[in-house]
């Protein structure tokens, strides 16, 4: 490994080694004029191709991986197409609120120990529209599931609500990387719709929705509500007391969060 690096699992460093894997992410960019985000750019090779096409910030905690890339591009800095942030991304979106002041694209192999995190702090950044990112296939599997589909949970309904377009682009196997995962990784395409906002709680409702993924979805909803309170929602929303966590589409969540929300006062008085 370059520069006799050795990879810290603490950070989740696994480099992408694979070129033709590289070219993939790169072709999938989409056709736009916004700046370009990177989390993790590790020892650069995916950070290379993205300053070749457009400008780009990256944000990495590891302090012997600043020093190498400094050097790599110290030209692109100097010329301010590149800029190198050294923190801990999380904070760094504690701090600002945003990775970037103005319209951006996060593409990026990401550290799977916080992946999801990242990725649901990237749909409450109103300045991210799309997301390119390299995940564990399973959470990816999450993330692009559709109603009715064994893996559809919360994160599957949070990215239908919060996107225009959202599916796995391809899958990529252990042995493109250096050193290679344990678990198979896939490309995760999320295209935001910028009107969305999602309520800071709503993530908690969906948490109570899931908490018994089998049981219908009412039981679940009864731990936070009186029966009275909950028939009534049903009754208005039309939906069928039968149906379980993974049935109901992420539209109907979100008419209940509503409903929920609005009715707080009374859902737990007799
Ligand atoms: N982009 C490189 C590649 O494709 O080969 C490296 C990807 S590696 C899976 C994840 C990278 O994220 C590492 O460089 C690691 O140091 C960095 N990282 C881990 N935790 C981070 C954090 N909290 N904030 C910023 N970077 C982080």
């Given at each position: 490994?370059?520069?006799?690096?050795?990879?810290?699992?603490?950070?989740?460093?696994?480099?992408l080694?694979?070129?033709?894997?590289?070219?993939?992410?790169?072709?999938?960019?989409?056709?736009?004029?916004?700046?370009?985000?990177?989390?993790?750019?590790?020892?650069?090779?995916?950070?290379?191709?993205l300053?070749k096409?457009?400008?780009?910030t990256?944000?990495?905690v590891?302090?012997?991986?600043?020093?190498?890339?400094?050097?790599?591009?110290?030209?692109?800095?100097?010329?301010?197409?590149?800029?190198l942030?050294?923190t801990?991304?999380?904070?760094?979106?504690?701090?600002?609120?945003?990775l970037?002041?103005?319209?951006?694209?996060?593409?990026?192999n990401?550290?799977?120990?916080?992946?999801?995190?990242i990725?649901?702090?990237?749909?409450?950044?109103?300045?991210?529209?799309?997301?390119?990112?390299?995940?564990?296939?399973?959470?990816a599997?999450?993330?692009?599931?559709?109603?009715?589909?064994?893996?559809?949970?919360?994160?599957?309904?949070?990215?239908?609500?919060?996107?225009?377009?959202?599916?796995?682009?391809?899958?990529v196997?252990?042995?493109?990387?250096?050193p290679?995962?344990?678990?198979?990784?896939?490309?995760?395409?999320v295209?935001?719709?910028?009107?969305?906002?999602?309520?800071?709680?709503?993530?908690?409702?969906?948490?109570?929705?899931?908490?018994q993924?089998?049981?219908?979805?009412?039981k679940?909803?009864?731990?936070?509500?009186?029966?009275?309170?909950?028939s009534?929602?049903?009754?208005?929303?039309?939906i069928?007391?039968t149906?379980?966590?993974h049935?109901?589409?992420?539209?109907?969540?979100?008419?209940l969060?509503?409903?929920?929300k609005?009715?707080?006062?009374?859902?737990?008085?007799?």
């Amino acid at each position: 490994m370059e520069n006799s690096i050795k990879a810290k699992k603490k950070f989740g460093q696994n480099f992408l080694k694979d070129s033709s894997i590289l070219t993939r992410i790169i072709q999938s960019m989409p056709h736009n004029n916004n700046h370009i985000v990177e989390i993790g750019p590790g020892l650069g090779d995916l950070t290379q191709n993205l300053v070749k096409y457009k400008d780009t910030t990256a944000y990495e905690v590891d302090t012997d991986l600043i020093s190498i890339l400094k050097s790599k591009f110290a030209i692109e800095i100097h010329s301010e197409r590149f800029k190198l942030i050294h923190t801990d991304v999380l904070e760094a979106w504690d701090k600002d609120g945003t990775l970037h002041e103005g319209k951006y694209d996060l593409i990026a192999n990401l550290p799977y120990y916080i992946a999801t995190n990242i990725i649901l702090r990237a749909f409450e950044d109103v300045n991210c529209e799309n997301i390119i990112v390299m995940i564990q296939k399973e959470v990816a599997k999450k993330f692009s599931s559709k109603v009715n589909e064994k893996e559809y949970s919360s994160l599957g309904v949070m990215t239908e609500l919060i996107s225009k377009e959202s599916r796995i682009l391809f899958d990529v196997p252990p042995e493109s990387f250096d050193p290679p995962p344990k678990v198979m990784s896939s490309i995760l395409y999320v295209s935001k719709d910028t009107s969305v906002e999602l309520d800071k709680d709503f993530k908690k409702f969906l948490k109570v929705c899931f908490s018994q993924p089998r049981k219908k979805l009412s039981k679940n909803l009864s731990s936070i509500m009186n029966k009275e309170f909950l028939s009534n929602i049903y009754n208005e929303l039309d939906i069928k007391e039968t149906l379980r966590p993974h049935e109901v589409s992420a539209s109907l969540y979100s008419q209940l969060y509503t409903k929920v929300k609005n009715g707080k006062h009374k859902r737990n008085s007799k």
